[in-house]
């Protein structure tokens, strides 16, 4: 019997892993890095030989606490380590140290933002964001044999929590781009997905009232280790439909009552979600207290020297921009998408600078290079001051809006300040009526039919008008004020 549902509702929490962008790892000195040669970033603590002791990065902790107290989180005074056993190869110490039942930070939230451009927003409940280590690498390349890269074992990892709050695949969206923005905002973590530092982990049910009136849950799937953006929403996506699928086919028994939770990969290459097993509870982790290191005592000092260093996040910065740069919503998220770019902007306006001017530079060429090269606009390598330079050079009409999207060009490239790139090419805009006057003769002279159709008026004036001003800028390379031009030619045309 196939049972038909009145309603679904999809619930959706996610737990984010995020690799700290230390130097060292969380427990030893070794180098936290990703991409050299395998095993060459070890000693004695990270692969786990015994006798060892492990000695906590402060650093890391700082990281992580900066990350928890910008998801508005509280900061609990005391907080300790647990060993949680762990038997793979990626790992030969057999366990991890992690956090149980006093974690780092917790009780938060993430504003996220929803329907661009209406600038709605949704926030999402953060249960928790401890610290703990990160595994290696098994490799799976070789026909007989896996070998293990234990480069990346003992980097620190934050563990972000989410409640289940998540109802559409807008919102675990939205989240999960925006806990992006914010690590890589505080400087936290790389985020870079192709690298790792990133991790998605959905818990996905849904909560379905059958058109008899009664309501059940289907069983809570967590699938494991989604490493980009795609396969996270193609996982999610997939469940939703699946599970209805199953739930449909047998009402009453694929309910979270008679199943319990359940882990399943993502089979990329097929697009499905394969049963893996049984999700594991806390007692099978065996979690203890770690005998080796101390309980971390955060005090009041601490945390807010910690909190000092946040500064303005991305939500309000694009609020600001919106109100006191008048920009607009696209505008203003498009320039907070990374800490630097906004820095760019408003150092820029510090200095002098027309914001309307600099944001018009910064979202056309500045956009353009930084997709051309995949990065942020910031990164493109504009100078404050050269920014601030070509935005006032652009008020004052030394130069003209073509221009000044080569001179951005050329100064990036070239690291000489515009005035002097703008003098050197020739594109600074000619000022000089008596030159101008020459140009508008000369276009005069060489275009009978043109000067007939404006003087003659109608249809085809404004075209016939348009089109020698066209002759005089070409005769001027660009360079001439389009004002003075239009003006000179009114003259001569006799209006
Ligand atoms: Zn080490």
Request: proline share 5%; net charge negative; charged share 25%.
């Amino acid at each position: 019997m196939n049972a038909t549902a009145a309603n679904v509702l999809p619930v959706v929490g996610l737990e984010i892993h995020v690799e700290l962008a230390t130097q060292t790892k969380m427990f030893c000195r070794c180098r936290n890095r990703f991409g050299d040669p395998p095993n060459t970033n070890v000693c004695p603590v990270c692969i786990g030989m015994p006798g060892v002791l492990p000695v906590m990065n402060r650093k890391a902790v700082d990281l992580a606490m900066k990350v928890g107290l910008a998801l508005n989180c509280t900061v609990p005074p005391l907080t300790k380590w647990d060993r949680k056993s762990y038997y793979y190869p990626d790992l030969p110490k057999n366990y991890q140290i992690s956090q149980y039942d006093l974690p780092l930070t917790v009780n938060g939230y993430l504003e996220i933002p929803l329907a661009e451009g209406a600038a709605k927003s949704k926030k999402v409940r953060i249960r928790r964001a401890h610290l703990e280590e990160d595994a290696g690498k098994s490799i799976h390349d070789h026909p007989h044999h896996t070998s293990v890269d234990l480069n990346r074992a003992g980097v620190p990892l934050l563990e972000i929590v989410s409640e289940p709050d998540m109802n559409t695949m807008e919102e675990v969206m939205a989240y999960a781009r925006s806990m992006q923005r914010l690590v890589r905002w505080l400087g936290a973590s790389e985020a870079n997905m192709q690298m790792g530092h990133m991790r998605f982990e959905p818990n996905i049910n849904l909560h379905i009232t059958a058109q008899d009136g009664r309501t059940v849950q289907t069983p809570i799937v967590e699938v494991k280790n989604l490493n980009s953006f795609r396969a996270m929403e193609r996982t999610v996506a997939y469940e939703i439909q699946r599970q209805l699928e199953a739930w449909r086919a047998d009402p009453d028994g694929y309910t979270m009552d008679k199943l319990g939770k359940q882990n399943r990969g993502f089979d990329d290459a097929r697009g499905v979600t394969v049963f893996q097993r049984e999700k594991e509870e806390a007692h099978d982790y065996r979690y203890f207290p770690e005998p080796d290191l101390v309980p971390v005592e955060v005090d009041q000092a601490w945390q807010a020297a910690t909190r000092a260093t946040i500064g303005e996040l991305p939500l309000a910065r694009r609020a600001r921009y919106m109100a006191e740069y008048g920009l607009t919503f696209k505008e203003a998220d498009a320039l907070t998408q990374d800490a630097p770019t906004g820095e760019l902007l408003d150092s820029a306006v510090a200095a002098g600078a027309e914001a309307r001017r600099c944001v018009n530079l910064l979202l056309s060429r500045g956009a353009a290079l930084a997709n051309e090269r995949d990065c942020t606009i910031a990164e493109v390598g504009i100078t404050v001051e050269a920014l601030a330079e070509l935005a006032k050079m652009l008020s004052d009409g030394r130069i003209n809006a073509t221009a000044a999207a080569k001179v951005f060009d050329l100064t990036v490239q070239t690291h000489q300040s515009p005035s002097a790139i703008a003098q050197e090419q020739g594109l600074l805009t000619v000022r000089d009526t008596s030159a101008i006057e020459q140009w508008v003769e000369a276009a005069i002279a060489t275009n009978p039919q043109a000067v007939a159709d404006v003087k003659e008026g109608g249809k085809k004036q404004k075209k016939a008008f348009g089109f020698l001003m066209g002759q005089v800028m070409q005769m001027s390379g660009g360079a001439a004020a389009p004002a003075d031009v239009q003006r000179l030619l009114q003259q001569k045309l006799g209006g």
